[in-house]
């Protein structure tokens, strides 16, 4: 009985469950929807807030801003490495298993679906992207949830705290009471996670059915494949360098797993990562500054899901499209990747986005990737929060920003030597803050 009440044990059951209704009874398996929308919805509620207390409050304590903007650069450096790494895996294993060669789907009309995503998608340019990432106003960037304008605002407040008010000020101490209010509400709300990745498994189950699990199989295991060799051969071997071991960080986040493979969206992980790494012996700002920027500019799922797709399309279309070109449209899309948010069917959006800037490939082979983009968008999630873990660490360890004695007690291994070498002047970038620990859900 005692294992029932972990969280992972009972997303586990409601997983299979799921599945089970989705063949048994299609129908009312449909039905169960709207508890998956729900509660991505209350968890997507959630997250603007967490990241500008979480920030915020670290900011607020740190003692040398120059480190911060040192930080930043390391990250940034980091993200594009990783996420080229991605692409560049993806792009030679479409090209080397070839899965759209002799589809011959010249004459395919693009689905109404494939239209309407490709209609609302619009163009991309530099100048429209730089632009976008500055909100309209103060609000407008929490009421529309996109996270890398909430980070902008986060480090500008979080700046400014720090410069004008003192550590007994009103503004700190009410950051402080709105980070342990946030992770409670989030306690409550996690409660419900059984339930939501049972609707959303379900509903993704009696729609499509097992036939759509075969559909273009030849593609979702060259998908697959791409996205483990690179889980557990790039970040594995990151997790190696920086000396932790990576089977313990990925029971670390276990329940996250889970929730996102039910789910297909990596934001329902996201409040949880920030709580659990800062546990995890990362220093808060690192965690609160790396994690919402990860997931705007790391996303690794998303740089493989490109690559693989614009070399499918060209296959099963009979396009002409040279190794070159690829490697051209790839620079292009190394750039259109970044930013949003890590919801189903993200990746689709912005794939259809590039694609109709560019108009190298017909858009009618977006129609091939739309039926099966719930299936592919369960392993793009997966892969973007592995990554993001693995880069919050990553970073923590490079800063020097790392307590071992945390991780060994979350983990119970103990961390080994980690081969990037911290500056010489590391310590945590914020003085601990005397404030309770948020209570979290056993």
Known sequence: MKQLKKLHVQVLLALVAAVILGFAAPGWAVAMKPLGQAFI????????????????????HVQDMRK????GVKSLLYFEVVSTVAMIIGFILVNVVQPGV???????????????ATSGAGSVSMVSYALSLIPHTLVDAFAK????????????????????????????????????????MLSFIMKLAPLGAFGAMAAAIGSYGGDTLLYLLKLIAVYYAASLIFVFGVLGSISWWIGLPFLSVLRLIRDEILLVFGTASGEVA????IEKLKRSGCDEVVVGFVLPAGYSFNLDGTAIYMAIAIGFIAQATDTPFSLWQQLGLLAILSITSKGGTTVAGGAFIKLAATLQSVQTLPLSGLGLLFGIDRIMATATALTNIVGNTIA??????????FNPEDFKRETGRAPG??????????????EKALVPKPQTQP
């Open 41 to 60: 919805a209350l968890l997507k509620m959630m997250l603007a807030p967490i990241v500008f207390v979480t920030l915020v409050h670290g900011l607020t």
């Open 68 to 71: 911060l903007g040192r930080l």
């Open 102 to 116: 002799g589809l011959h789907a010249t004459t395919m009309a693009e689905s109404s679906e494939a239209i309407k």
């Open 145 to 184: 949830g996109d996270i890398i304008q909430v980070l902008i605002i986060s480090v500008l407040a979080g700046i400014a705290i720090n410069r004008v008010c003192g550590p007994d000020s009103v503004a700190v101490k009410a950051i402080d009471e709105a980070q342990s209010i946030l992770f409670k």
């Open 270 to 273: 996201f409040p949880r990562l």
């Open 392 to 401: 919050v660490f990553a970073i923590a360890r490079w800063e020097g920003a």
């Open 417 to 430: 030597r980690s081969l990037l070498r911290p500056p010489p002047d590391a310590k945590p970038l914020a």
